[in-house]
């Protein structure tokens, strides 16, 4: 017993000339106790017992649950607090008075909601990296306008990108594909709204394309005043580190964001890459002193 050798379990095996295994918790240790019978021309003649420490093991596994466990938590927790957001707003919106501020409550609402949706189709996956077209296939869905015939076609799929990027992203896809529906389709009943996604392990790029009325004349990323464009410009060019590129005229308008690659493997190379350089430049600079 000072071993922690299990009689008992040595007995059941013997009895059932089978394998047993057994795991007692003893004092903040826990130990996995095996026997496995012996035989000779069909007897037992005796059992084998394996006697392993598997503390650490189910350590790790109970930290790793707790993590999840606080991790769901805080997702729900924010899921509540948007959706307080939320109401609040609503409840502005119906007090306001005059049709724009009703409006401009109307359209933080929705962002939020957007925002509310990722983040719980995010909780919901697990791992660092997200399908891309997925997620925003659900979104898409939100944003059909009942009184128009718009159609959103979704492609390049199979893109995996990372968690931490996708809220940024999707904003700027739902801003695009808002304006789209909100102001392409002057005039008309149906129209067409192309998304399309690219990832090259050089480079990724989205595009928001519509074969609407075209951009007003004169009209540029930096003009205006609107919040549209300004959190579209915001988010590609400084949470995305990306780039935007407009071309319109009366066939329709397409934005295109250009992005560093979101391509595992590429960034790990990267990574390596830039780690050897700071190495070997760490190394040239300590042998020149
Ligand atoms: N796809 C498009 N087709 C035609 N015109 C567009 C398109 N996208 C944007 N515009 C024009 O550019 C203007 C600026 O867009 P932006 O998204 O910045 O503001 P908004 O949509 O008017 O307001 P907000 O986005 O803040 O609700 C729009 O008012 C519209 O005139
Ligand atoms: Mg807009």
Redesign the pocket.
Known sequence: DELGLDESVIMEALRGMLPREKEVSERGAVVQKKAIPLFQDDKVIGALAIVRDITDIRQKGRVIKIKEITLQEIHHRIKNNLQAVSSLLRMQARRARNEEAKEVLS?AINRISIIATVHDLLAKGKGEYVDFSHILKQVLEMMKDENKEVSFELRGRGFSIPADDMISLTLVIT?LV???T???FIGRQEGKVLIDFHDDSQMAWVEVR?D?????PG?GLHS?E?????IVRTLVEEELGGYIRIRSDRRG?SVKIYLPTFNESHREKKDKEEKKEINEKAQSSSSGR
Request: net charge negative; hydrophobic share 30%; charged share 20%.
């Open positions: 359209k801003e808002q304006n789209a909100e102001h392409a519509d609407g009325v075209g951009l007003p009209f205006g609107s919040l549209g464009f300004q308008t």
